[in-house]
């Protein structure tokens, strides 16, 4: 079965410091890989999304960066954090059969930024 | 631009009542899909169902069902007999067809209240 794996679960950090969330899915090939935000109040905010390794589409512009440097693994990141980055952000991925195949998502890091 | 609407912010009820979640969509696309997931307080979003604009069959599963009516635009989902474990943010999306990158509502918190 497919499973998706997502970490740190939570982070603290100052303002201005670098970011790396990383997200890696088992039991499958070649999947669409995502990243949203969510933040406190809101739903949820399509940042990234990737359909094959080195393919990143941004949705929003912001200081964040992702990438796909393997099949099965999807990175955010961040040179300096800013206030508004808090949030909880999570990762997923969708097969390729049929069309809008649902998404399974990770569970979640919570990121407080100070 | 795709929109979904979940009016309702916080909805309490008492175990074993039912409740309906509004969800009010809009999209310029012929051919989508619709979803609900549930986040519980564990943070992960868990897939609960999935629609096409061509399929307005209401369906029942177990305790919950959906009322899918194109004319209005909205895709209401109830469940009955409500439990405790279902309290969870309850969030209603929208894709375009061959598009998995989802447009979500802000979401419904449902308390279920022993």
């Known amino acids: 079965s497919q499973t998706i794996h997502q970490w740190p679960a939570t982070l603290v950090q100052p303002v201005g410091s670098p970011l790396s969330l990383e997200c890696t899915v088992e039991?499958?090939?070649?999947?669409?890989l995502y990243w949203y935000r969510q933040a406190a109040g809101r739903g949820l905010q399509l940042l990234f999304y990737s359909v094959g390794i080195g393919q990143i589409s941004s949705e929003v512009p912001q200081n964040l960066s992702a990438s796909r440097p393997q099949d099965r693994q999807f990175i955010l990141s961040s040179k300096k954090l800013l206030l508004s980055d808090s949030g909880f952000y999570l990762c997923?991925?969708?097969?390729?059969?049929?069309?809008?195949?649902?998404?399974?998502f990770g569970n979640g890091t919570r990121l407080t930024v100070t | 631009a795709q929109k979904v609407t979940q009016a309702q912010t916080e909805i309490s009820v008492v175990e074993k009542e039912d409740v309906t979640l509004d969800c009010v969509y809009e999209?310029?696309?012929?051919?989508?899909?619709l979803f609900w997931y549930k986040q519980p307080p564990s943070g992960e979003l868990v897939f609960l169902i999935r629609?096409?604009?061509?399929?307005?069959q209401n369906e029942i599963s177990g305790r919950y069902s959906w009322n899918f009516q194109k004319s209005t635009s909205s895709f209401n989902f109830t469940i009955t007999a409500s439990q405790v474990v279902d309290s969870a943010v309850y969030f209603c999306a929208l894709s375009g067809y061959g598009n998995n990158r989802l447009a979500f509502g802000k979401g419904n918190q449902v308390v279920v209240i022993p």
């Open positions: 039991g499958t090939s070649n999947p669409n």
């Open positions: 629609r096409n604009s061509f399929d307005e």
């Open positions: 997923a991925w969708s097969g390729r059969q049929g069309a809008n195949s649902p998404l399974h």
């Open positions: 999209t310029r696309d012929t051919t989508y899909y």
